[in-house]
């Protein structure tokens, strides 16, 4: 017989699977990068928040932080690798745009300090197990949220426009299905309230999306083409 826990696994697998999808997410943009030998007008921004949200993450669920929330830390490990691939093929094609190279270089400087910070404040100042997993699970969260929150402006533009050409459905689908997944996730065996809160507050924003989405795609005029950079996307992970 399944018990809590391996079912719980089982999810954590569903939920690994989903959002390795959307790491990959940004490949097609990518190749068009490589293949262009150029960034065009693609911004570098999300790649970099996404950074830092996997490394977060990843820290949040080894053991010395939450027990049994390794597979937090795999996808998120898997994740962080996608995007330093990102930022790096990013890196040698944004030649023509000022300062993009030594902003990125100082973004990804200063979120390695920020990250070291809070693991040594939770390895060596904090020694409760439960303020360990709040003050590293808050930070998360926050950032996190952020992340689900993103695509959810466009929500004002479809309305403004009484059309959903700049709300790509694919994206707002899967983000709301790996928000269910990782909600399910966090409630089941062991509640985890930190995986709970920002996926929980992604489900509302991801069912806010497809509600919006249905309203008005039979007002989205049919002639309308949507450049590239105005439906970018980002792998960013939400777990």
Not at 24 to 48: C, D, G, M, N
Not at 63 to 76: A, E, G, Q, R, Y
Not at 160 to 174: G, R
Request: net charge positive.
């Amino acid at each position: 017989m399944v018990d809590a826990k391996q079912i719980r696994f089982i999810i954590g697998m569903i939920g690994n699977v989903i959002s390795f999808g959307l790491f990959l997410s940004p490949a097609k943009t990518f190749y068009r990068i490589i293949k262009k030998k150029s960034v065009e007008e693609f911004q570098y921004v999300p790649y970099i928040t996404t950074v830092m949200n996997c490394m977060l993450w990843v820290f949040y669920g080894l053991p010395v932080v939450h027990k049994d929330s390794i597979l937090v830390s795999t996808i998120n490990g898997i994740g962080l690798v996608i995007e330093a691939i990102y930022l790096i093929i990013y890196f040698a094609y944004c030649g023509h745009k000022k300062n993009a190279r030594r902003n990125i270089l100082g973004f990804l400087v200063l979120e390695v300090i920020a990250v070291l910070a809070i693991v040594l404040i939770t390895l060596f100042a904090i020694k409760n197990e439960f303020l360990k997993q709040t003050f590293v699970g808050v930070i998360c969260d926050l950032f996190n949220i952020a992340m689900y929150a993103a695509p959810s402006l466009a929500i004002f533009k479809v309305v403004n426009t009484k059309s959903v050409e700049y709300m790509p459905f694919l994206l707002s689908f899967i983000g709301c299905i790996n928000a269910i997944i990782w909600t399910s996730y966090a409630l089941i065996y062991k509640i985890d309230y930190y995986v709970l809160a920002s996926n929980g507050v992604g489900t509302f924003l991801g069912a806010s999306q497809l509600i919006v989405y249905m309203m008005y795609r039979k007002s989205t005029p049919k002639d309308k083409t949507v450049k590239p950079s105005e439906v970018e996307i980002s792998g960013a992970e939400r777990v």
